[in-house]
């Protein structure tokens, strides 16, 4: 969900506006560590946030906040995977138990997708 917000708004927007919404965007995500530091979600925004700024210490941090904080996040697990891949360390990322242990049929209903089809 954050991915498709940050991810339409640049195709649509004037550069000062973009420049403008990536401010309030890290603001937003700063403000919203402040307010819950212990949710994955705010660390995910600012991951997902370094990333598109070519920021990649910064986002691998922010990733592995996310990730300690929600081991068993869909969401998490599917964005820091994505750039776990794109940074070429796919063999470093491991699911935690929970997933590794899941069924097909109970990713399929996370995911929406089946490797099996």
């Known amino acids: 969900m954050i991915r498709k ?14 420049r403008e919404s990536f401010d309030k965007a890290l603001a937003d995500a700063h403000q919203a560590l402040a ?9 995910l925004a600012l991951a997902l946030f370094f990333n598109g700024s070519l920021d990649f210490t910064r986002a691998n941090d922010a990733y592995q906040h996310a990730l300690a904080l929600a081991p068993g996040n869909a969401e998490v697990l599917r964005e820091s995977g994505h750039y776990a891949v794109l940074m070429g ?3 470093r990322v491991s699911p935690p138990r929970a997933v590794r242990s899941c069924s097909i049929r109970s990713m399929v209903a996370v995911t929406g997708h089946s490797a099996m089809r």
Do not use: D
Not at 6 to 15: I, L, V
């Open 5 to 18: 917000i940050a991810g339409s708004f640049g195709e649509f927007a004037p550069g000062t506006a973009i």
């Open 35 to 43: 307010i819950a530091p212990e949710l994955a979600e705010g660390y």
């Open 89 to 91: 360390h796919s063999m």
